[in-house]
């Protein structure tokens, strides 16, 4: 099963920018997509960018236009880039590889990301 580290959170005010990493145990190329999810608490996941092996994107209207997601297959890493960042952002967030097969695979630790000032 493929193995994903999610690392790059941490505390920032209203405003504020962080870039979250996601480094795969496996050549991302061949999964389907890759996607970042997050879950505040009490609050479902929630799937906030996605990227396919094509390089096509998507967002919610959450975050359209403040999140961007990409990816460097020679890395085997994803990242997201999140920009004006809002109190309602803060959530941990997780990263997952979408296999053609298979589907979702396993949830790695998160990493914690917090909007306040």
């Known amino acids: 099963q493929v193995q994903l580290v999610e690392s790059g959170g941490g505390l920032v005010q209203p405003g504020g920018s962080l870039r979250l990493s996601c480094a795969s145990s496996e050549n991302i190329f061949s999964f389907y997509a890759m996607g970042w999810y997050r879950q505040a608490p009490g609050q479902q996941r929630e799937l906030v960018a996605s990227v396919t092996s094509g390089g096509n994107t998507n967002y919610p209207s959450s975050v359209k236009g403040r999140f961007t997601i990409s990816r460097d297959n020679a890395k085997n890493t994803v990242y997201l880039q999140m920009n004006s960042l809002k109190p309602e952002d803060t959530a941990v967030y997780y990263c997952?590889?979408?296999?053609?097969?298979?589907?979702?695979?396993?949830w790695g630790q998160g990493t914690q990301v917090t909007v306040s000032s």
């Open positions: 997952n590889a979408l296999a053609y097969e298979t589907g979702w695979g396993p």
